[in-house]
C-alpha cells in the first residue's frame, strides 16, 4: 500500500528501466533467498491488480482491485488446472481496497477497506462453497491484510504498521501492536504460532517474515528480490500483484497481475 496512488509514474519509469540489468545478472530461480523455485503454473480468466492469495487442496483463492472502476473482486480458480471458476464482486461502498487473504474452517477471510491511510475496512467472511458472506467486523482503520487462526484472527493497516488481533467467535478487537519488522507486509498467514508475512521494504526488495506470535519477536526472515514485471511482492508498476501463501515448506507467490501465473518455491529447512 506504500504510495499506491502515486507510485505509477516516475517510480515506474525507474523500475523499468532498473529491471532490464537487474533481470540480466540475476537467475529467476534466485529470487527468493534460501528457496528454490519448482513451478510457476497458469491461471486462467483475468485478473485485476493482484492483492492476496490463500489455497485450499483443489482450490485457489486470488483478490483483485479494479482500480479505474473501484471495484474489489474475489476469484476463484481450479488448484489441479489453473482454470478460472468463479468471482464475485466485494465493492462496499468507499471501500473498494479487498486485501491479502486467509481460508479456515470454509471461511475466505478478506478485507475490504478505503484506499487510503486512517479510513475504515471491513473484514468478510465469504462462505468457501456458496460465496455468501457469513461474517463482518467493521473497524475504523484502513486494513490491507488478514491471517486466522484457531479463536484469532489477526489484520495489518496500512503498510502494516500496526497489526490488530480480534477474538474470531466474537469479532471484539483484543489488542494492537506494533510490527516488529520495517517490512510492510502485503499477505500474512499463520502457520501453528507463527505469523508468516511477507512484503516490500523498499521498491527493489522485501522479506518473508516468522513472527512468533505469542512473544512478537522476529525469529526468521528471508530476502526477496524484484525483477521486471515478476516481481514477488510487487510495489511498482502495473503488472506487479501482491498475493503469498504458505503451506510448510512450500511457499507460493501471485506476483503478476492477469493473465498471471502461481509460482511455487521450496524453503529450505
Known amino acids: 500500500m506504500f504510495g499506491k496512488q502515486t507510485r505509477i509514474g516516475i517510480g515506474a519509469a525507474i523500475l523499468a528501466i532498473s529491471s532490464l540489468s537487474a533481470a540480466a545478472a540475476v537467475p529467476f530461480s534466485s529470487l527468493i533467498e534460501q528457496a528454490t523455485l519448482l513451478e510457476a503454473r497458469q491461471l486462467g480468466g483475468s485478473l485485476f491488480h493482484v492483492q492476496g492469495l490463500a489455497l485450499e487442496p483443489t482450490r485457489i483463492w486470488a483478490t483483485s482491485v479494479d482500480n479505474a472502476n473501484h471495484k474489489a473482486w474475489l476469484h476463484e480458480f481450479d488448484r489441479t488446472t489453473g482454470k478460472a471458476l468463479r468471482r464475485i464482486e466485494l465493492t462496499d461502498g468507499a471501500r473498494y481496497h479487498p486485501g491479502g487473504i486467509s481460508v479456515a474452517d470454509g471461511l475466505i477471510w478478506v478485507p475490504v477497506a478505503e484506499m487510503r491511510p486512517n479510513s475504515s475496512a471491513v473484514l468478510v467472511g465469504i462462505d468457501s462453497q456458496t460465496l455468501e458472506v457469513r461474517r463482518r467486523i467493521a473497524v475504523a482503520d484502513h486494513l490491507g491484510c488478514v491471517a486466522v487462526s484457531d479463536r484469532r484472527i489477526v489484520a495489518g493497516n496500512w503498510d502494516s504498521r500496526l497489526l490488530y488481533e480480534f477474538d474470531s467467535a466474537t469479532g471484539h478487537q483484543v489488542r494492537v501492536v506494533p510490527n516488529p519488522s520495517q517490512t510492510r507486509y502485503q499477505d500474512i498467514k499463520f502457520v501453528g504460532d507463527h505469523l ?59 506476483p503478476e497481475d492477469g493473465p498471471a501465473r502461481l509460482f511455487h518455491y521450496r524453503l529450505e529447512v
Do not use: C
Not at 201 to 227: C, E, N, P, Y
Open 196 to 254: 508468516v508475512a511477507g512484503g516490500n521494504l523498499d521498491w527493489l526488495s522485501g522479506t518473508v517474515d516468522w513472527i512468533d506470535w505469542r512473544s512478537q519477536k522476529l525469529v526468521r526472515s528471508i530476502k526477496a528480490g524484484a525483477i521486471g514485471p515478476v516481481r514477488p511482492f510487487g510495489r511498482g508498476g502495473p503488472l506487479t500483484g501482491e498475493g503469498m501463501a504458505i503451506e510448510g515448506r512450500d511457499l507460493y507467490l501471485l
